[in-house]
């Protein structure tokens, strides 16, 4: 593969090809500073929005948890009066646990050497 040709240009050209990039990067500047702009007036505007719409998220929230503040007062009298209202039962002895779930104790060395004594 042979190498191509190195553009040779002459003065008026070459000051025709300077002139066009000039001309090429003040255009992309002025886009770059209109999209810029409209990112920064977008933002602001965004930025309200959503200022606004904490706030009514804080004040939902704060009501909410007043009614459930007093919806478990509420709740704890209501269980308080049903516990007071119904007698113990006679057959109040602590659970116990199913002979599946119980474990076995656990084997010591002194024990592990009687019973291969044994």
Do not use: F
Not at 51 to 66: D, G, I, Q, R, V
Not at 78 to 83: S, Y
């Amino acid at each position: 593969m042979s190498r191509p040709k190195s553009a040779v240009l002459s003065a008026a050209d070459q000051k025709a090809v300077v002139a066009n990039l000039k001309s090429k990067i003040k255009s992309t500047a002025a886009e770059i500073k209109a999209v810029s702009a409209g990112q920064k007036s977008a933002e602001k505007s965004c930025g309200t929005t959503i200022k606004a719409a904490e706030k009514l998220y804080a004040a939902e929230m704060k009501t909410s948890n007043k009614a459930l503040a007093v919806l478990n007062k509420d709740l704890a009298s209501l269980q308080a009066q049903l516990v007071a209202m119904t007698p113990p039962k006679a057959d109040s002895a602590a659970p116990v646990a199913p002979a599946s779930v119980m474990r076995k104790p656990r084997s010591t060395k002194a024990a592990i050497s009687v019973q291969a004594a044994a």
